[in-house]
């Protein structure tokens, strides 16, 4: 090991109460948010795409580590509203000049962002997603799909009673 950290990360996309709704394959964890944002995120879209969830018309709150001109042009070309605070460490270079692409910040809809950090907490409450236990990208995917089945059914237990 030469010292670097050796850590895997998903992104996950979940409902606004919190609940789990899909994931991206793993991400090697030396990377930041937006590599291949693209490709990860078009793994979420299909995996909805499969349970027969639209995308289109969706609005996503993402934290400013999302603000990216490619990113924001690739939810646009998908009809996906990216509702992601400006990140300052932008040059001006990069601000997004998009003028066929309008760019709407809500600061109200952006305080909800709280949930999808909720949804982060619940599974690091799974021990064997916190401390990764497999050696496996896809079994470790497979138990966060396990690990949203129970925080589903814990939510619906909640709203019965």
């Known amino acids: ?21 899909a994931c991206s394959r793993a991400i090697s964890g030396e990377h930041n ?4 944002i693209q490709l990860h995120f078009q793994d ?29 042009l690739f939810c646009s070309c998908q009809d ?12 001006k270079a990069d601000a997004l000049d998009l003028p066929e692409h309008k760019i709407i ?4 809809l952006y ?12 599974l690091d409450s799974f021990k064997n997603l916190l401390v990764r236990f497999d050696t496996k ?3 470790w995917i497979n138990w966060h799909y396990l690990a949203f089945v129970v925080i589903l059914l814990n939510f619906v237990d909640k709203k019965k009673g």
């Open 105 to 108: 910040f809500d600061s109200l």
């Open 44 to 72: 979420i879209c299909l995996t909805l795409a499969g349970a027969n969830i639209q995308t289109q018309g969706l609005f996503i709150n993402a934290d400013a580590g999302f603000d990216s001109k490619d990113f924001l």
């Open 1 to 21: 090991m030469d010292g670097a950290a050796r850590t895997t990360n998903i992104l996950l996309l979940s409902d606004r109460q919190g609940v789990p709704l």
């Open 111 to 122: 305080n909800n962002r709280f949930v999808i950090e909720r949804a982060n907490a619940w």
């Open 137 to 139: 990208a896809d079994s």
């Open 33 to 36: 948010d937006l590599f291949d």
């Open 80 to 91: 996906i509203h990216l509702n992601c605070m400006e990140n300052k460490r932008n040059s």
